[in-house]
C-alpha cells in the first residue's frame, strides 16, 4: 500500500469487509497461514457467527488444535 494516501482512496481499496480481512491476512502471514502456536502450515480457515450474528473468521492448526480469532 501506498504512503500518503486519503480516506477515499483507503475505503475504495478496501470497500468490502473481506477485501480488508484478505490484506490483513497477507500482512499477518505473508508466506501463508501458519500456527501462531507451534508453527504449523496446516491451519484451516472458517467462519462462524458471533454473540451478535456477526460472521468472523476463525483459524485451527490442524496440527496442535490451537486456534485464533481473525476478527
Same mark, same amino acid.
Given at each position: 500500500? !501506498?504512503?500518503?494516501? /486519503?480516506? @477515499?482512496? +483507503? +475505503? !475504495? &481499496?478496501?470497500? /468490502?469487509? $473481506? &477485501?480488508c480481512v484478505s490484506h490483513l491476512e497477507r500482512i499477518r502471514w505473508? =508466506?501463508?497461514l501458519e500456527c501462531l502456536h507451534c508453527k504449523g502450515? &496446516? +491451519?484451516i480457515? @472458517? =467462519? $462462524? !457467527?458471533d454473540k451478535t450474528g456477526k460472521e468472523r473468521?476463525?483459524?485451527e492448526c490442524v496440527d496442535c488444535r490451537y486456534w485464533a480469532s481473525g476478527s
Amino acid at each position: 500500500m !501506498k504512503k500518503d494516501q /486519503t480516506i @477515499f482512496e +483507503v +475505503v !475504495k &481499496r478496501f470497500n /468490502t469487509e $473481506a &477485501r480488508c480481512v484478505s490484506h490483513l491476512e497477507r500482512i499477518r502471514w505473508p =508466506h501463508g497461514l501458519e500456527c501462531l502456536h507451534c508453527k504449523g502450515k &496446516r +491451519v484451516i480457515k @472458517f =467462519h $462462524a !457467527k458471533d454473540k451478535t450474528g456477526k460472521e468472523r473468521s476463525l483459524y485451527e492448526c490442524v496440527d496442535c488444535r490451537y486456534w485464533a480469532s481473525g476478527s
